[in-house]
């Protein structure tokens, strides 16, 4: 009974949906069809075929986002019709002019657009002046996410089957059943599904109708969780602040998220923070010492972009990071904000971002063309707007020019690059440039290895004591009197006499001399004894420290990072 009830339940969910939104349902149904198809082919697909794939994926939240215009401004069958042909008119529109290709500019426009219509999905019932923004979201997310756990408990059901048909009937279910299914299920029922759980016009809600668990969610859980990752970005910041080290794209991506997440919790919060004094307080704080992390992050890709120049990924960065200094600038001077305007003004950013002369595309482009003609004129290689060869141009600033080249080929074209002949490709950068061209690698950090030779005869005269140890275990005890222990945190190593340390030393003092000679990754090398050993001596020991071998990463900056060693230690007390 309770299995039927449920049935009749989707079913009627279903059929609730596909008479709302005809041309959503439609849009994903053709979705569903061309990922088929495209899969079933098992080979590339054509063009043509993507093209319609991703405008069929479009127009999903374009009709959906229509079709809520008109629920919004009236019922007359004429405007509903005004607004589908609209829709389909900016489809076709869409089709032909910005997905004409597809390349890394049509990619990342048909992302955004999508982007700017979930958006305006989600805002435009609630705009400009209609309350409790904030509750209808929340019902959107919740419904979201009841989908997301159906659909995945259908698809995981369905695979079951699937796999109990290809096991214990014999019937061959290929690879691609599965996708397939993944698709059927995302596209066909989640789609259904979460529309008929949109609210209508008429569904009003209010502040009573918080979700228990959500505000224990998010008062009890998520907002301490939150205020202890604040209290530890400060002390990071602070750290950086005093040792000066700005570590590499990191800091961005630990402020932008948290900024993100932070915006959210605010926003959900909001229809109960006078009732709730967690929420109270923790809106009134927040969106105020988060301003100074935000700064902070501005600082750390400036230094960036000083050094790289504007690239796409940048610009995003340093425009969400402006997005998200408004909404919390508007918070702090705005009594009774109208919370509309978040998704509003993220869809109007990301607009801007990818559709006018301001876009990622424009100011990197202009800003990479900007440091190309610089190095061409630091290298005397620009003479009458034309490049000149030269052989001699230092291997930094190769590897930049090299850097740029390879940016507008897989990028922006590199018919957008100036200076360079018409015909110009990296194959001819020799004829061009003098030099030859060279992808671009930016590894994180490189490996090393080094080792002597096995069974090398090791000269222990003139020291009392003799010890083998490796970096795995970290702390040996190896009589009443003595112990030795290696810290992984800091490569160093550690003599102790009756629990007192006599000696300590950092074995990257080694490392050292043994990569600037031999450079990264040699496994074939076989280093002489003296070249990974250190002789040293304190006013209470003489030591000798040897590496059997030692393998670990150098980052950009050559900072060595000891992954394992093994290592020998030879000493002796002064009389």
Known sequence: M??????????KALESSIRRFPLTVLSAFATCITIIIMIEQKRDPSLTLQRLTMIFALSIPITLSFKLMWEKTGRDLKQLLIYYLTSIILIIGYYFIFLNKIDYISTSRFIGTNLIFYLVFLFIPYFLNRENFEMYSIKIFTGFFITAIYTAVLFFGLSAILFTIDSLLGIKVESETYIETWFVCLFIFAVNYFLSLVPKKENTFTKFDFPRAFNILLNYIVIPLLSAYTIILYIYFFKIIITQNWPKGLV?????????????VVFFIHPIKEDVKIAYYFTKIITKIIIPLIIMMFFSMGIRINAYGVTEP???????????LFVFIYWNITKQPKNTLIPSTLALTIFISLFTPLSSFSISRYSQNKRFENLLIKNNMLKDGKIQKNPNTNKDDQRKINSIISYFETR??????????????????????????????????????????????????????????NSYSQEVQNSKEFSFKYY???????????????????????????????????????????????????????????????????DDNEDIRVDGCDFLIMYSFKK
């Not at 309770?2 to 079913?11: E, Q």
């Not at 940048?314 to 402006?322: D, P, Q, S």
């Not at 100036?418 to 490709?425: A, E, H, Q, R, T």
Request: aromatic share 16%; proline share 3%; net charge positive.
């Open 2 to 11: 309770r299995i039927s009830n449920l049935t009749t339940r989707l079913t």
């Open 252 to 264: 961005s991506h630990l402020v932008l998220w948290y900024s993100f997440i932070t915006i959210l």
């Open 314 to 324: 940048r610009y995003y960065v340093i425009v969400a990071g402006i997005w998200i």
């Open 412 to 469: 922006q074209g590199i018919d957008k690059l100036k200076y360079v002949p018409k015909d110009f490709n990296s194959s001819k950068m020799n004829e061009v440039f003098g030099f030859n061209y060279e992808a671009p690698y930016f590894p994180k950090e490189q490996y090393f290895y080094y080792r002597i030779a096995p069974n090398s005869l090791i000269d222990i005269k003139g020291y009392e004591y003799f010890i083998q140890l």
């Open 488 to 554: 992984n945190s800091n490569s160093e190593i550690a003599i102790f006499k009756d629990n007192k340390e006599v000696y300590r030393k950092n074995i990257k003092d080694i490392i050292q001399s043994a990569y600037k000679k031999y450079g990264t990754f040699r496994p074939d090398i076989e280093l002489k004894i003296e070249e990974l050993s250190l002789v040293d001596e304190n006013e209470t020991l003489k030591v000798k420290i040897i590496l059997n071998n030692v393998s670990g990463r150098v």
